[in-house]
């Protein structure tokens, strides 16, 4: 490849006089000021081909352009390494808080069965029996064990020696069926109402 010797022409001026569209293609377009993309102002712009311009970026303005976004990087992060640090020091002090009603629970139950394991020695030394206390007074007699339903009305009863139900009503009532739900274990006395 062979390189051409041309001679290069370059504009130079304020940014607010700069015209892009005046730029020839690699002729250097030098701004002394006033250039919002640079720190100091000062930049050098290169047209590849027309419409095509390109700024020239310094070592030095990447090395501060990599800073800039570093700084806005830990800048970013510092609320949340903040609210992390808050997260882990409440979640810390929690889990000692629950270490320490832990232990207390822990004893509460150890005194609890040293309690019960005395009460049930108490009990099997006869610690509790007393001496039989005298008679007491004669109670009120209740009321008789005898059902008789009266119209309308149904009892049920357990026959003792069985276990099995039976119901009593008067027989002027009729036949009256009833269903047992075994899911529920729910009784029903299915009526009859002349509908």
Do not use: H
Not at 9 to 31: I, M, S
Not at 111 to 133: C, L, N, P, V, W
Not at 144 to 158: D, F, K, N, R
Not at 180 to 189: P, R, S
């Amino acid at each position: 490849m062979a390189i051409e010797k041309k001679r290069m022409r370059q504009r130079r001026g304020a940014y607010g006089a700069f015209d892009e569209t005046k730029a020839l293609p690699q002729e250097l377009q030098v701004v002394t000021s006033g250039d919002p993309n640079t720190r100091d102002g000062k930049a050098v712009y290169i047209p590849i081909e027309i419409g095509d311009l390109r700024r020239i970026v310094t070592s030095d303005e990447l090395d501060q352009q990599t800073l800039d976004v570093l700084q806005q990087v830990l800048a970013d992060l510092e609320p949340t390494i903040k609210n992390t640090q808050s997260a882990a020091t409440y979640a810390n002090d929690r889990g000692q808080y629950a270490c320490v009603q832990g232990q207390r629970a822990e004893s509460a139950a150890n005194t609890a069965t040293a309690i019960a394991q005395d009460i049930i020695a108490m009990r099997d030394s006869g610690a509790f029996k007393g001496e039989q206390g005298p008679q007491g007074k004669q109670g009120v007699q209740g009321i008789s064990g005898v059902v008789a339903p009266s119209a309308g009305m149904i009892a049920l009863e357990v026959d003792s020696a069985t276990g099995d139900l039976y119901a009593v009503y008067p027989e002027t009532m009729g036949e009256i069926d009833f269903e047992y739900e075994t899911d529920t274990g729910d009784l029903y006395v299915l009526i009859d109402d002349g509908a």
